[in-house]
């Protein structure tokens, strides 16, 4: 049975009842998916048999079904009042929450009674998903949240009439604070929660920008806050105060809501400088847009700095490195557009980079400018002219991202201008470019450098590559120096995953594609 497949163990259960009994055990091993309504009976009249033993041997449980039949969620309700509090599931993953638990009205307080979660991920959190985590009685050590999104101006009148479409007696649950608010949801988790990430959530008070609550959670080192609310760090400086690793993501439309104005901008980073004074002081690593770090207002040493592109404002940044003042920079994202005019090189010189001992950044070749536009030699060389002016940098990693300039659905299908395998110039220039040639033309042109790492994916003509000078250089333990010398580790990853192969066997359909839209016109 331990070499065999579901189906298998199930028709061997049939044939003994010894094999019957140990069949379970195998068959709950990985985790238990419920992907359609019809798996939900089939899970429930599974799982009642031979109580309690295997609602003990589930660890792992995962529902996407969304909205289920009266009869399938009165099942399922039944089944967690009965077991739930006996089930020793440690990692649940619930997607589509909120369609789920409106199957019933009790599902959601049925599914907190399972206290044995320790790694929980949770996806379209509304009222009634909120309900579930609120009165969760699992002390979780790690949480994934996915709000529904706040509405914004356009989409208030959609969000009204599918809010008109509830039962009236949910009404009164419109006007729930704690609602999007993982500090207050995650309550019971307060001793025990060591890494969360939410994306879309609201933990903005009616008593202003200064309010922190009483809940504080000392054991949660990495923090991701994705399509958030503006920067408000004090409350969750307070509710997460020794954070190490945080990620930082504001809503765009947060951020158009802000305005561009740069002075209303850098007083809103001054005030949540001011928040934050004395907080956060261990954290090492800040990932997030520039404008994220900017607002953020974040003082005193940080070790590792990612900063995503595409945008680059040359004041947020200096004044950023002037607060941080970084060992490891990395850039992500970025167009080779940041290259041209020479903004690299002045956005890389002067004294606001003398911390930085390590520098990476991936260019994403043709991700705001049409490849056929893309001049990737003048790109490079602006590349290491910039790099030239840092004063202390030791170690250098760079990753030329393809992808961008590999042709997409639409192009295959409709633009018949260009052969449909001819490659464009940047493409034909990094086909025949020796990684191996090129560092060794960026360490001559910068000669204080002692590591060198350099990546290619994404090329529709040639595998991934990776090349490397001065592995060999001995820093010591955890130095960020070493950094970029994991790129070759990574390098197997991005050649599994093969766009370039992908859109290749599209183009195989071409002809009958076009023919089926002429045929639909």
Not at 117 to 138: D, Y
Not at 306 to 334: E, I
Not at 427 to 432: K, M, S, V
Request: net charge negative; charged share 25%; proline share 5%.
């Amino acid at each position: 049975m331990s070499f065999s497949s579901p189906r298998t163990i199930s028709r061997l259960m049939r044939t003994s009842r010894e094999l019957y009994t140990e069949g379970p055990k195998y068959l709950l091993r990985h985790t238990a998916k419920l992907t359609r309504e019809p798996n939900v009976p089939s899970f429930v009249a599974f799982m009642r048999v031979n109580d309690p033993k295997r609602c003990q041997l589930l660890k792992r449980l995962e529902i996407s079904t969304g909205r289920l039949s009266e009869a399938e969620a009165d099942g399922l309700e039944k089944f967690l009042l009965d077991f739930g509090p006996r089930l020793k599931i440690t990692r649940l993953t619930i997607d589509r929450a909120e369609e789920l638990f409106e199957s019933s009205r009790g599902l959601s307080g049925v599914f907190s009674l399972i206290s044995s979660v320790k790694h929980l991920t949770v996806s379209e959190i509304g009222r009634r998903a909120n309900t579930f985590l609120i009165n969760s009685r699992s002390s979780l050590k790690s949480a994934s949240l996915f709000m529904i999104p706040q509405p914004f101006d356009d989409d208030s009148a959609a969000s009204s009439d599918s809010d008109s479409s509830d039962n009236s007696s949910d009404s009164e649950d419109d006007d729930d604070d704690d609602f999007r608010n993982p500090i207050v949801q995650l309550h019971a988790s307060q001793a025990t929660l060591e890494t969360l990430s939410v994306r879309y959530c609201d933990t903005f008070s009616d008593a202003g920008l200064a309010h922190v609550y009483p809940h504080v959670y000392p054991r949660v080192h990495a923090l991701t806050l994705t399509a958030s609310e503006a920067p408000a760090p004090a409350h969750y400086a307070h509710a997460f105060p020794a954070v190490r690793t945080l990620t930082l993501e504001c809503d765009p439309r947060e951020l158009d809501a802000l305005g561009a104005d740069f002075a209303d901008l850098r007083a809103l980073r001054a005030l949540n400088a001011s928040q934050l004074a004395g907080a956060w002081t261990g954290v090492e690593e800040v990932r997030g847009t520039l404008m994220d770090h900017f607002l953020l207002g974040l003082g005193g040493l940080v070790e590792r700095v990612h900063v995503s592109g595409p945008f680059m404002d040359k004041r947020m940044w200096r004044l950023m490195l002037l607060d941080c003042r970084p060992a490891y920079v990395n850039f992500q994202g970025f167009d080779v557009d940041l290259f041209f005019d020479g903004e690299f090189k002045r956005l890389m010189r002067g004294h606001f980079l003398e911390s930085v001992r390590c520098f990476e950044i991936m260019v994403f070749f043709g991700g705001m400018l049409e490849p056929d536009s893309v001049d990737a030699p003048e790109a490079l060389n602006a590349l290491i002219d910039g790099i030239g002016k840092m004063p202390s940098l030791r170690s250098f990693g760079l990753t030329l991202c393809c992808y961008g300039l590999q042709p997409g659905l639409e192009d295959i299908l409709f633009n018949h201008d260009r052969p449909r395998n001819s490659l464009c110039a940047a493409e034909e220039y990094l086909r025949e470019l020796d990684l191996d040639a090129f560092a060794l033309r960026i360490q001559k042109r910068v000669p204080r450098l002692e590591t060198i790492s350099i990546s290619l994916i994404g090329h529709r003509a040639r595998p991934s590559a990776f090349a490397t000078l001065g592995a060999d250089v001995e820093y010591a333990e955890g130095a960020v120096e070493r950094i970029p010398l994991r790129h070759g580790s990574r390098i197997d990853v991005f050649n599994a995953f093969d766009p370039a192969k992908i859109l290749r066997n599209m183009s195989l359909f071409q002809d009958g594609a076009i023919c089926a839209l002429n045929k639909i016109k």
